[in-house]
């Protein structure tokens, strides 16, 4: 939990030395897009929970550079569409300074090109070699590793040691994508 927090706290300095408001007095606000109804639904809340826990750290110990954080949840659907039209919403006001994505490599997608269109930082928390689309963009960053780091990491350490490698994966993005990186390093 305090990784979180650190590279939340990280990633809010980071858009503050960038931001044209950051001496306004409205807190920084945090727009996390995740599904919150459906069957992914349990997942999203546990990660919008996270983050509101982490945000009320934040704020506890006094926010960043004297302003406080704000979290607000918006129901993706799971649905790329409706994920960029909720950034959209809040991003035409501009009452968001950080959009946030925690799962769905095409939600991610979705909502890179919107953030792209209003200058605001996307935080990709997907793990998907995917997530980031073809395009690189400098208003979306990943927090974590991909499959392809992992698979490299994982066959060094394991090519000397063993003579076949199993890999069950899931049936949906991240785990075609562990699946092909995987396969890439073996091969290499």
Request: with cysteine.
């Amino acid at each position: 939990m305090k990784t979180v927090i650190l590279r939340l706290l990280v990633i809010i300095c980071v858009v503050l030395a960038f931001s044209s408001t950051v001496w306004a007095e409205r807190p920084i606000r945090i727009l996390f897009i995740d599904p919150l109804s459906g069957p992914p639904k349990d997942i999203g809340e546990r990660h919008l929970l996270g983050c509101q826990f982490a945000v009320e750290e934040i704020n506890a110990q006094g926010g960043v550079l004297g302003r406080k954080v704000e979290v607000i949840g918006e129901d993706n659907q799971a649905k790329p569409d409706v994920a960029a039209a909720k950034a959209q919403k809040h991003l035409i006001g501009g009452n968001v300074d950080i959009v946030c994505v925690a799962m769905g490599a095409h939600l991610n997608k979705a909502v890179s090109e919107v953030t792209k269109q209003y200058d605001i930082l996307h935080m990709n928390m997907t793990q998907s070699d995917e997530a980031p689309g073809k395009d690189f963009s400098y208003h979306s960053i990943a927090l974590f590793f991909n499959p392809s780091m992992m698979a490299r990491g994982m066959v060094a350490a394991a090519k000397n040691k063993f003579r076949k490698f199993y890999l069950l994966n899931q049936d949906y993005v991240f785990g075609h994508s562990n699946s092909k990186a995987f396969k890439k390093e073996i091969e290499r």
